[in-house]
């Protein structure tokens, strides 16, 4: 029976080392930025919050080669990167644009996740999913009202994706 136990420390040395370099990491960025924010008085300080923390996360997975820690640097860098290009005078649209715009930033987020885990040896590609599916919803926001009325007509019809894969798993042969 001892031998369904697991016996191995659950913080190793490993872990423990980078644990250090991510928490060193986002104090030195809240710091730098906390130190910043003090001198320069602009609007778009706290737009540097959310890719400043991505950033960090971003670091620590590449240094750590972690990949768990680049899912959070991937996410709240492309929130951190739409918010800014919404609140940049680069996109002067109307808000169905913007939408399109802050959604593709976002969806090159999760791209980066995969990239980035690649380039430490643990390729994952799950984030291509919710990035490619952002991806095509800021891309039919940006094309305007034929793009809308798509996005409409794939609102109304989702649900038969969910029954043909219903089907599928029902009758499929083994």
Known sequence: MSHL???QPLE???????GRLVGGL??????????IAQFIQAEWMGLLIMPGLGLAFVLGGLLGRNA??????????????????????LVEAGEVAQ??????????????ITLLSAV????????????GILAVIGALLLGGSAGVQVL???????????????????????
Do not use: D
Request: net charge positive.
């Open 152 to 174: 409409e007509w794939i609102g109304r019809l989702w649900p038969l994706a969910l029954i043909l894969g219903g089907l599928a798993v029902l009758f499929r042969r083994r």
């Open 26 to 35: 986002l104090m030195i960025g809240i710091g730098l930025y906390l130190l």
């Open 68 to 89: 768990g820690l680049l899912v959070p640097g991937g996410i709240l860098s492309g929130l951190g990167l739409g918010a800014y290009l919404v609140a940049s005078p």
């Open 99 to 112: 939408g399109g715009v802050f959604l593709l930033a976002f969806a090159l987020g999760w791209g980066l």
């Open 120 to 131: 430490i040896g643990q390729r994952v590609l799950w984030p291509l999913i919710p990035g």
């Open 5 to 7: 136990i697991n016996t």
């Open 12 to 18: 190793t040395p490993e872990r423990k080392t980078r």
